[in-house]
């Protein structure tokens, strides 16, 4: 990238709105650093309730990015937060295998079909149902930020080759 491309980069970011933006290996070490960055952000500009929420969110989506991540460049997350009319959108993405998108996007779809009250319960079975599954994949990321998010979550799945798939999540608080 060359200076032009730089500064057309950090145009467009500033027209979206973006004021946070991360394209590269995420592990816990950087997930704490940005939670500290948006945590002060947010709570100098926000009431400590919601803070909690959009933080939580955060979290959420960027531990998604941890566990079902790669290691590698060609394979790490992004994480790209925007604040507008008072809204923030937190959108994290990663590289996933094509056959793991089956399952993900039929529980997107139950998600993304749900009212509130139905998110509630399904999060309520999921908790109970927790112990019988071992680690990251129990659904109940997806389920925690539907239920903090102000409007419907909203994804995305990219083709990047026959193999694998750019998987985006974005949510609103």
Known sequence: MDLDQAIGLRNQLRTHKVIMAYNGAVSDDLMLTLADLLKSRMLAQDDPKRSKTIFSVFMEGVQNLIWHGGDDSDTSGMILITQEEGQVT???????????????????????????????????????????????????????????SSQPISYAFVDVDKHTVDFILAATI
């Open 90 to 148: 937190i959108m994290c993405s990663n590289r996933i295998a094509q056959k793991d998108t089956f399952e993900l996007r039929e529980r997107l779809s139950q998600i993304e079909n749900a009212d509130k009250e139905t998110i509630r319960q399904l999060y309520r079975e999921g908790m109970s149902s927790s112990n019988e599954h071992e680690g990251p994949g129990a659904g109940l990321g997806l389920l925690e930020i539907a239920r903090r």
